[in-house]
Nanobody, 121 residues
Framework: QAQLVESGGGLVQTGGSLNLSCVASVRHARAYSLGWFRRAPGKERNFVAAIGWSGGTPRYADSVKGRFTISRDTAKNTAYLQMNNLKSDDTATYYC??????????????WGKGTLVTVSS
């Protein structure tokens, strides 16, 4: 059974950093891109970042460019999201996702259950 398990969320102060991880237990993992979406309280879920199986050129939402970095360890079937200079607007539940590149939300095949990131001022 396919499974995406996130970890690394928590409470951090404005300007701080967190590193999220997503372990993907997915058959034919090479066929999928991995990425992150987030849902802020009372808002829709939105795209954050995505990366292809072999790495390649990552995609980022404009709101996180220059602050977040997505990476992937293919040997461990794990994706990471390094988040720096966090702002209160980054407070959200972050969901790992797997699907065909470029990983549009409508095309996501598998979702994780989410990990909460809270940024306090």
């Amino acid at each position: 059974q396919a499974q995406l398990v996130e970890s690394g969320g928590g409470l951090v102060q404005t300007g701080g950093s967190l590193n999220l991880s997503c372990v993907a237990s997915v058959r034919h993992a090479r066929a999928y891109s991995l990425g992150w979406f987030r849902r802020a309280p009372g808002k829709e879920r939105n795209f954050v970042a995505a990366i292809g199986w072999s790495g390649g050129t990552p995609r980022y939402a404009d709101s996180v460019k220059g602050r977040f970095t997505i990476s992937r360890d293919t040997a461990k079937n794990t994706a990471y999201l390094q988040m720096n200079n966090l702002k209160s607007d980054d407070t959200a539940t972050y969901y790992c996702a797997a699907g065909p590149y470029p990983l549009r939300q409508i095309d996501v095949t598998y979702w994780g259950k989410g990990t909460l990131v809270t940024v306090s001022s």
